[in-house]
């Protein structure tokens, strides 16, 4: 485990694994095989994620933690990185290859694993979940590939020797859960506010330069597992219009409000 000490202050390792995803403000559009065409599409950082970075940052400002955003995806997935390092982060890193293209959560988290597996850590931050995607899988199947213990939904993060304390979402409560380093953390938006990008952060990231991983960068990883053809799940059929359903006119002797209920209890929607 890589801790530092320095000046009796605790420096721990951590990694933030970001994602760019389509800003839908801007419109959605997707490829032939109903994967989504990201390079086609307006983006920003994923709002789990980034709750999930200002996290670490706050650790980073208690404790002097180091942190390294990570992200997957086309080659202009790089501009999340760097204005994650605006925000504050140390290091970024940029997996992207072709072969890559098309992952769903399974893919995706065994290629996220096989690079972090290059680096060193004491804690992984993920968001719970991505808006182009809300499965909430990546971040669990990630402590798997790596065999860390995880924690969820978390609202609060406290670091306690080579231990972590969080406050976990819980229904209408919380439960409060200890876990030894090396483990994963996912987070949800709740957790803080994010911090806005400082104009000396905005220089750092032009100037800093990003880490990019390949196919063969990637340790412990089996072809059969990455990419579109490593993806068990099969899209059946994708979008980007939606359907409105036919209106009808009511009759003009009837009255509105029964009129309307009748409906609704005929749809058994009351």
Same mark, same amino acid.
């Given at each position: 485990?890589?801790?530092?000490?320095?000046?009796?202050?605790?420096?721990? +390792?951590?990694?933030?694994?970001?994602?760019?995803?389509?800003?839908?403000?801007? %419109?959605?559009?997707?490829?032939?095989?109903?994967?989504?065409?990201?390079?086609?599409?307006?983006?920003?950082?994923?709002?789990?994620?980034?709750?999930?970075?200002?996290?670490?940052?706050?650790?980073?400002?208690?404790?002097?933690?180091?942190?390294?955003?990570?992200?997957?995806?086309?080659?202009?997935?790089?501009?999340?990185?760097?204005?994650?390092?605006?925000?504050?982060?140390?290091?970024?890193?940029?997996?992207?290859?072709?072969?890559?293209?098309?992952?769903?959560?399974?893919?995706?988290?065994?290629?996220?694993?096989?690079?972090?597996?290059?680096?060193?850590?004491?804690?992984?931050?993920?968001?719970?979940?991505?808006?182009? %995607?809300?499965?909430?899988?990546?971040?669990?199947?990630?402590?798997?590939?790596?065999?860390?213990?995880?924690?969820?939904?978390?609202?609060?993060?406290?670091?306690?020797?080579?231990?972590?304390?969080? +406050?976990?979402?819980?229904?209408?409560?919380?439960?409060?859960?200890?876990?030894?380093?090396?483990?994963?953390?996912?987070?949800?938006?709740?957790?803080?506010?994010?911090?806005?990008?400082?104009? %000396? %952060?905005?220089?750092?990231?032009?100037?800093?330069?990003?880490?990019?991983?390949?196919?063969?960068?990637?340790?412990?990883?089996?072809?059969?597992?990455?990419?579109?053809?490593?993806?068990?799940?099969?899209?059946?059929?994708?979008?980007?219009?939606?359907? +409105?359903?036919?209106?009808?006119?009511?009759?003009?002797?009837?009255?509105?409000?029964?009129?309307?209920?009748? +409906?609704?209890?005929?749809?058994?929607?009351?």
């Amino acid at each position: 485990m890589s801790f530092i000490i320095c000046k009796e202050v605790l420096i721990v +390792k951590i990694i933030v694994c970001i994602k760019q995803v389509p800003d839908t403000k801007g %419109g959605v559009q997707f490829n032939p095989d109903g994967t989504l065409n990201r390079g086609a599409m307006l983006t920003i950082m994923n709002p789990d994620d980034k709750a999930g970075l200002e996290a670490a940052l706050r650790l980073k400002d208690q404790y002097g933690a180091e942190v390294t955003v990570l992200t997957m995806g086309l080659p202009k997935a790089a501009d999340v990185l760097q204005e994650a390092i605006a925000m504050g982060a140390d290091k970024g890193v940029l997996v992207t290859d072709r072969v890559l293209g098309g992952a769903d959560t399974w893919a995706t988290s065994t290629t996220i694993a096989g690079a972090i597996r290059k680096l060193d850590y004491d804690l992984i931050i993920t968001g719970r979940q991505a808006i182009d %995607g809300d499965t909430a899988q990546v971040g669990p199947q990630i402590a798997e590939h790596l065999g860390l213990p995880v924690i969820s939904y978390a609202q609060e993060i406290k670091v306690d020797g080579d231990s972590v304390i969080v +406050k976990r979402q819980y229904d209408d409560g919380y439960h409060m859960v200890k876990a030894q380093m090396p483990c994963l953390i996912t987070a949800l938006s709740e957790l803080n506010d994010p911090r806005y990008m400082t104009p %000396g %952060g905005i220089f750092d990231a032009v100037n800093a330069e990003i880490t990019t991983f390949g196919r063969a960068d990637l340790v412990d990883v089996d072809d059969s597992n990455i990419g579109l053809n490593g993806s068990p799940t099969k899209i059946a059929r994708a979008s980007d219009k939606v359907k +409105k359903g036919q209106g009808e006119m009511a009759p003009e002797d009837a009255d509105p409000v029964s009129y309307i209920v009748g +409906k609704l209890k005929d749809k058994h929607v009351i």
